[in-house]
């Protein structure tokens, strides 16, 4: 199992056994759940690693935004557009799992900060 702060819940009950081991982070691999010590579960906050700057493009054309994070538990990134309307998959636009923003038809509305 993955030992970090989402699962604290679990180890704070009161059980009997004590066969569950760690297999991950690599700091707690192979102990035993039961055994880790509370503080030992935690989590690294999110952490943007990488994402387009500056884009620009004629209205009517295609762009390709871009964002990459880290951290524990895995980060989901969200797209909120200029309007502050968060973005979902629609005949316009595509949210990937892998973080990257595709707008098909671009308009004025566009323009602005993501």
Request: aromatic letters at 8%.
């Amino acid at each position: 199992m993955h030992c970090n702060c989402e699962v604290l819940w679990l180890r704070r009950l009161d059980r009997e056994d004590d066969m569950e081991t760690c297999a991950s982070p690599p700091s707690l691999k192979g102990r035993y759940f039961w055994y880790v010590r509370e503080d030992e579960f935690v989590c690294e906050p999110p952490l943007i690693t990488q994402h387009t700057h500056k884009l620009l493009v004629l209205e009517g054309q295609t762009a390709s935004l871009r964002c990459k994070a880290v951290g524990d538990p895995m980060p989901i990134i969200h797209w909120v557009a200029p309007d502050d309307r968060l973005i979902s998959n629609s005949s316009r636009a595509t949210v990937y799992e892998n973080g990257t923003l595709d707008i098909l038809i671009t308009t004025s509305k566009d323009y602005g900060t993501f």
